[in-house]
T-cell receptor, first 111, second 114 residues
Framework: DTGVSQNPRHKITKRGQNVTFRCDPI?????LYWYRQTLGQGPEFLTY????????KSRLLSDRFSAERPKGSFSTLEIQRTEQGDSAMYLC?????????FGSGTRLTVV | DQQVKQNSPSLSVQEGRISILNCDYT??????FLWYKKYPAEGPTFLIS?????DKNEDGRFTVFLNKSAKHLSLHIVPSQPGDSAVYFC?????????????FGKGTKLSVKP
């Protein structure tokens, strides 16, 4: 059990560019979550997978955001046409019976 | 509309004393509550949880109390240690702790002074 791994740790991108983040969950966890955290706020739910099925999406997840979890293992979160308001920490968590384990996050800065 | 509220942005306590972090919620459908601790540049780390069928859960120095009628929970840390200095998030769920999404408060920054 190596925990939840997220890559990259940091990403700086120009406004309008597309970015993709990867999350590798704990191997025996079949639930995977994406959250976003901005300064001074708690994590906000974005979306949730049970195996490869995306079961829930927040209204925060605009059309520019897409998440996938092919084969029910790792997951990717893509943001198209980034905006400055997308600057945040993007957190991935995987869930077992007794709750979540979060990764260290990917910090996105849109300049 | 914030469903989980942590009204104290910060708290400072002396090493060895008790730290009490408070959390209020508005959604009566919440049935599972959790506390997470977060250090800078790291993801939140699970601390302790409590189901709505209980009013207290204890794990070492950490105790969570739930008052359903007041829609209030609190985290007690006794004794507080400098390593406890971090941001503490309260979170709640409608689906138990293992499914669905969590609603987080904004966090309370705890500083434990030696």
């Amino acid at each position: 059990d190596t925990g939840v791994s997220q890559n990259p740790r940091h990403k700086i991108t120009k406004r309008g560019q597309n970015v993709t983040f990867r999350c590798d969950p704990i191997s025996e966890h079949n639930r995977l979550y994406w959250y976003r955290q901005t300064l001074g706020q708690g994590p906000e739910f974005l979306t949730y997978f049970q195996n490869e099925a995306q079961l829930e999406k927040s209204r925060l997840l605009s059309d520019r955001f897409s998440a996938e979890r092919p084969k029910g293992s790792f997951s990717t979160l893509e943001i198209q046409r980034t905006e400055q308001g997308d600057s945040a920490m993007y957190l991935c968590a995987s869930g077992g019976i007794y709750g979540y384990t979060f990764g260290s996050g990917t910090r996105l800065t849109v300049v | 509309d914030q469903q989980v509220k942590q009204n104290s942005p910060s708290l400072s306590v002396q090493e060895g004393r008790i730290s009490i972090l408070n959390c209020d919620y508005t959604n009566s459908m919440f049935d599972y509550f959790l506390w997470y601790k977060k250090y800078p540049a790291e993801g939140p780390t699970f601390l302790i949880s409590i189901s709505s069928i209980k009013d207290k859960n204890e794990d070492g120095r950490f105790t969570v109390f739930l008052n359903k009628s007041a829609k209030h929970l609190s985290l007690h840390i006794v004794p507080s240690q400098p390593g406890d200095s971090a941001v503490y998030f309260c979170a709640a769920s409608e689906n138990g702790g293992s499914q669905g999404n969590l609603i987080f408060g904004k966090g309370t920054k705890l500083s434990v002074k030696p």
